[in-house]
């Protein structure tokens, strides 16, 4: 959100990112946050509320900013270090003006911006990062805002796993992490344990940023109202289930300030919800209903680029850096054997799924690795495809059918019901039961499932990932390294384990995509998680809205959001 234009000052060209991302040129097209202002029009005024679709967030402090709902009002309140600007396929300077890394990858400087304040006017120094990260991985912050709350280290913590110190304060035996110091108010030094090139993209994050001392004093008030340092700031608290609203901070120090008065997060308990009070004229942005994509297009017509919306081009269809998939849960009991998952995996038609529940809008998932992250290979997945017939046969092998067809196997689905992720685990169901497999739903709303999932209590559940930062291995680590918190289905392969953190010890770009490529296959072979699609944004805005960027990771840049008058 800030538009420093002063170059990045990295030393080696892999602290730039390596990760290059002619791909992502084509999936971003143009619009870009922290980068240059891209005007639709003459017509449009700065001013004006913009009213935004939301599902209920499971949490809107950055503590907790794990997934795609919760983010989005993280990244409007907050400022990391650093964004990923796809315009320029790089990562560029945000809450830092610049960084250096050593030699061996271990070490990084970033230098902050001065000035900078928090919107209850504290300072935003490099103590306020060194307290927004250790927050993060303490043991004794509490997880919610409520009476009862529990205290415990972030699920994300993961993310910050290789900082010097990690381990000791999040087992409790240390109250700081040494890893993080603060030479000066503007300097923010971060050692690691290990050579891992591709930090600096770590700290895109939306959960890695600054907090004022009042998250620590006074914190359940801060996880209802944040205070960030980001060009929004809060208007009041979040009223659960009900809206959220945020206003535009005049004392942002970025040069980016944001155009329109505020947002209005309207909290609808579904898309469809959603989409019902877009049409009926009361909010500006939502989501569109799978079967409503063709209508929808016919009515409101196509972005050009997909990613950006303008009057008469508000429906947006960009590739997204994400897939769709379903978690196993790998220490079920009948979950646990991979010859059932492969099957299951073979079993499902993908294509069918895009195609008669998508329009062909979205594309079948061969990989956990989306295209567009470099690295991806197309088929990596063996068993990620149709093959019915295949599909039978493994499961004769393992689970011959009874005369009536039956296997003796009764599974249960578990997802949310918003989204239209009901349409898809229906068919989903339906191929399951084609080749004998029974297959029960358990259905509830977003946080109460991924409460499940967090538990372990499930067999198979739906879910998406988009990429937090765009590199191959933040859809490797998070998910399938031993004990990460995002890794759902509780996987965990020493080999699997040993060879990510050997990659990211590699401080070649090539290398370490080539050894993050081989992990990838074997992650494959286990099948703990099975990919069903590559999402698309399916995304329409308000005839109101004359600019507004959508990047492929689907942060909306709200900032820069241009509405008529």
Not at 215 to 228: E, M, N, R, S, V
Not at 374 to 393: C, I, L, M, P, T
Not at 408 to 432: A, C, F, P
Request: hydrophobic content about 35%; glycine content about 8%.
């Amino acid at each position: 959100m800030a538009d420093f234009k002063q170059p990045v000052m990295g030393r080696r060209t892999f602290v730039k990112g390596g990760i290059a991302a002619s791909a992502l040129v084509a999936l971003a097209g143009c619009g870009k946050k922290g980068g240059d202002t891209t005007t639709a029009s003459t017509t449009s005024t700065s001013g004006g509320t913009l009213n935004y679709y939301l599902n209920n967030p499971e949490c809107i402090d950055p503590f907790n900013c794990q997934e795609d709902q919760g983010t989005q009002v993280c990244y409007q309140l907050f400022d990391s270090l650093v964004s990923y600007d796809f315009s320029k396929s790089q990562l560029v300077p945000l809450a830092a003006t610049s960084w250096e890394a050593s030699d061996d990858a271990t070490k990084f400087t970033f230098h902050l911006a001065e000035g900078a304040k928090f919107s209850n006017g504290d300072a935003v120094d490099a103590k306020a990062f060194k307290r927004g990260w250790e927050r993060i991985v303490n043991p004794n912050t509490l997880t919610t805002g409520d009476d009862t709350a529990s205290a415990s280290p972030s699920v994300i913590s993961y993310h910050l796993a290789m900082v010097q110190g990690y381990d000791e304060l999040q087992a409790g035996n240390a109250t700081e992490m040494p890893g993080l110091t603060c030479p000066d108010d503007n300097t923010f030094v971060v050692q690691l344990t290990a050579p891992y090139a591709d930090f600096p993209y770590v700290c895109s994050h939306p959960a890695l940023v600054p907090v004022p001392q009042a998250a620590i004093d006074d914190h359940k008030t801060f996880y209802y109202a944040p205070i960030g340092n980001g060009p929004f700031k809060m208007s009041g608290k979040w009223e659960d289930g009900q809206y959220i609203d945020i206003v535009k901070n005049d004392d942002y120090y970025g040069d980016s300030k944001a155009t329109i008065d505020g947002v209005h997060f309207n909290i609808q308990k579904d898309a469809e919800t959603a989409y019902k009070e877009f049409q009926a004229g009361n909010i500006d942005v939502a989501e569109v209903p799978t079967s409503m994509i063709d209508d929808a297009l016919k009515t409101y017509g196509q972005s050009d680029d997909g990613f950006t919306i303008t009057p008469g081009k508000q429906i947006l269809l960009g590739d997204e850096l994400s897939t769709y998939y379903i978690a196993v849960n790998v220490k079920d009991p009948v979950m646990a054997d991979v010859n059932l998952r492969r099957a299951i995996s073979l079993a499902i038609n993908r294509q069918a799924i895009c195609d008669t529940l998508f329009s062909g809008t979205r594309n079948p998932a061969d990989n956990i690795v989306p295209p567009g992250i470099k690295g991806y290979e197309e088929g990596a997945w063996a068993y990620s495809k149709y093959d019915k017939d295949a599909a039978v046969a493994l499961l004769d092998q393992y689970y011959p059918a009874g005369s009536d067809g039956k296997r003796n196997l009764s599974l249960t689905l578990s997802y949310n019901l918003d989204g239209s992720h009901k349409q898809i685990m229906e068919s989903v169901i339906s191929d399951l039961n084609a080749v004998g497999i029974d297959v029960a739903s358990t259905t509830k709303e977003w946080a109460a499932i991924l409460d499940d999932y967090d538990a372990g209590d499930f067999q198979m559940g739906r879910l998406g990932w988009i990429a937090d930062y765009p590199i191959m291995d933040n859809f490797l680590y998070p998910l399938f390294y031993t004990g990460n918190g995002d890794n759902r289905s509780q996987y965990s392969n020493a080999d699997v384990d040993a060879a990510i953190t050997e990659a990211r010890t590699t401080t070649d770009d090539d290398q370490r995509i080539s050894k993050l490529q081989a992990v990838n296959k074997t992650i494959a072979e286990d099948m703990p998680v099975i990919p069903l699609m590559f999402y698309k944004h399916q995304v329409c805005g308000s005839s109101k809205i004359q600019s507004l960027y959508v990047d492929p990771q689907k942060k909306a840049d709200m900032s820069q959001c241009e509405l008529s008058s």
